[in-house]
T-cell receptor, first 114, second 111 residues
Framework: RKEVEQDPGPFNVPEGATVAFNCTYS??????FFWYRQDCRKEPKLLMS???SGNEDGRFTAQLNRASQYISLLIRDSKLSDSATYLC???????????????FGKGTHLIIQP | DGGITQSPKYLFRKEGQNVTLSCEQN?????MYWYRQDPGQGLRLIYY???????QKGDIAEGYSVSREKKESFPLTVTSAQKNPTAFYLC??????????FGNGTRLTVT
């Protein structure tokens, strides 16, 4: 099983719709979780951290399900500008033995259509 | 403005030449990282550094070298030993255990 797994998509969604996608992780000791957004040929940018109780930032909601080992991202009232690749990032315990503890998913490609 | 700066944005080199990519941050972050991204692929860790004068190999360190002589700077050298150096290189920094902040990347093409 891959450490951090995402459906690559692409997800084609009409403007204004609600879209959600998940990211599963294999290390049950993972401690912190993040969603990043990456536009084509640009650097990833932090979208939001994911907290145990779930958190919301405007149209974006992130949730963590530790029992099933996945995090989710929900986007409401999607805009054309939401088209991007969304990367899931999981941080485990820093081992100090050569691993920085960070694992990136390969990303989910989202296309919002007019 | 605080941030992380990579230069140059585009770099072209002939095969067999070493090339150094610059990464500077003024965020006072302890940790700095180098990733490589290939088309349609995820980020792969090359090297990272938690403190000055110390760095660790990542998953794909072969053919690369780094130095961390100053907290602000973490240059990456792509040596001629790297078999497939053409890629998008991303530098990042963070406070320990906090999210990463990325530079805008260097696109290296080796012919």
């Amino acid at each position: 099983r891959k450490e951090v797994e995402q459906d690559p998509g692409p997800f084609n969604v009409p403007e204004g719709a609600t879209v959600a996608f998940n990211c599963t992780y294999s290390n049950s000791a993972s401690q912190s979780f993040f969603w990043y957004r990456q536009d084509c040929r640009k650097e990833p940018k932090l979208l939001m951290s994911v907290y145990s109780s779930g958190n919301e930032d405007g149209r974006f909601t992130a949730q963590l399900n530790r029992a099933s080992q996945y995090i989710s991202l929900l986007i409401r009232d999607s805009k054309l500008s939401d088209s991007a690749t969304y990367l899931c990032v999981v941080r485990g315990m820093y081992s100090g033995g050569g691993a920085d503890g960070l694992t990136f998913g390969k990303g989910t490609h989202l296309i919002i259509q007019p | 403005d605080g941030g992380i700066t990579q230069s140059p944005k585009y770099l072209f080199r002939k095969e067999g030449q070493n090339v150094t990519l610059s990464c500077e941050q003024n965020l006072n972050h302890d940790a700095m990282y180098w990733y490589r991204q290939d088309p349609g692929q995820g980020l792969r860790l090359i090297y990272y550094s938690q403190i000055v004068n110390d760095f660790q190999k990542g998953d794909i360190a072969e053919g690369y070298s780094v130095s961390r002589e100053k907290k602000e700077s973490f240059p990456l050298t792509v040596t001629s030993a790297q078999k497939n150096p053409t890629a998008f290189y991303l530098c990042a920094s963070s406070r320990l255990q906090e999210p990463l902040h990325f530079g805008n990347g260097t696109r290296l093409t080796v012919t």
